[in-house]
């Protein structure tokens, strides 16, 4: 069984978890070492994530297979988007599944659910950054109607990654 909710500061150790270990799961063997481990400290500390949680523009929802915290999404809107900075737009900051949980459809339970929230705040499209070596995270999202419409540069650490900048028009 499937199940969604939105993450409250009584769970911020589990999202911290679930944000760490997915993150390893997908770039930690593509790193240095030091690289990625400092960007797990700055970005998945309990104070970071606890600043995060409480930006009311920022969403995070926790999925659940079988009641086992499985994957989460992030999406921003308004001034909380990392980039973008265009009222029309959501961002989906982050969409993870845990290894174990992938091939279940629980990816595209998140993606749907971000479809909701950007309709819910009546935005034009969806958009988000995704490094051009994650080649099975640029195909789910093709699949699903997004375009590549720019780059850009994401730092990992001292390394210097290329993000796709990906789009999806809720707009038919």
């Not at 760490?20 to 030091?34: A, P, R």
């Not at 900051?93 to 705040?121: M, N, W």
């Not at 099975?136 to 699903?144: K, L, P, S, T, V």
Request: aromatic letters at 12%; proline letters at 1%.
């Amino acid at each position: 069984m499937v199940s969604m909710e939105i993450v409250d500061l009584d769970q911020l150790k589990l999202l911290r978890e679930l944000c760490i270990e997915t993150f390893k799961e997908t770039y930690e063997s593509q790193n240095t070492k030091s690289n990625f481990e400092n960007y797990l400290e700055s970005n998945f500390n309990e104070i970071q994530l606890k600043k995060e949680l409480e930006n009311s523009l920022s969403e995070f929802y926790i999925i659940t297979f079988n009641e086992t915290p499985a994957g989460y999404l992030k999406v921003n809107i308004g001034d909380a988007q990392t980039e973008i900075q265009d009222q029309n737009g959501l961002e989906i900051e982050r969409i993870y599944i845990l290894r174990a949980f992938q091939g279940k459809k629980l990816g595209q339970s998140l993606f749907e659910k971000a479809v909701e929230r950007a309709k819910f705040h009546k935005t034009d499209f969806l958009w988000l950054g995704v490094w051009d070596q994650n080649t099975n995270a640029i195909g789910f999202y093709e699949r699903n109607g997004f375009t590549t419409f720019d780059t850009h540069v994401f730092k990992l650490g001292e390394d210097i990654q290329t993000d796709l900048m990906m789009r999806f028009s809720l707009k038919k």
